[in-house]
């Protein structure tokens, strides 16, 4: 089994910044691709930005030169700093992790969302 443990979301400012952190856990043999969704009221889900396990990143055009994605292999967690927030922001910020169980297995797993609310 695998779970992921997202923290780091809240109530901020336009203009201001949030980090949020995600950690992985259980029989993890290895983590290939890491990335951040998020899911407005009455919208899809929609990626954010991943990350690959050798440091290669991928964002949505609505984030570029705001959010930066980066992880820690060494404690298999992701991080997103979220700079120059904006309302439209607004969402809950799921984590995505897929990689390989010790038992060779692929997985696949979803974090449980934490909320970022941009307002003055």
């Known amino acids: 089994q695998v779970q992921l443990v997202e923290s780091g979301g809240g109530l901020v400012q336009p203009g201001g910044s949030l980090r949020l952190s995600c950690a992985a856990s259980?029989?993890?043999?290895?983590?290939?691709?890491m990335g951040w969704y998020r899911q407005a009221p009455g919208k899809e889900r929609e990626l954010v930005a991943t990350i690959t396990r050798a440091g290669s990143t991928n964002y949505a055009d609505s984030v570029k030169g705001r959010f930066t994605i980066s992880r820690d292999n060494a404690k298999n967690t992701v991080y997103l700093q979220m700079n120059s927030l904006k309302p439209e922001d607004t969402a809950v910020y799921y984590c995505n992790v897929d990689g390989y169980r010790a038992s060779l297995r692929d997985f696949e797993v979803w974090g449980q969302g934490t909320l970022v609310t941009v307002s003055s």
């Open positions: 259980g029989s993890i043999f290895s983590i290939n691709a």
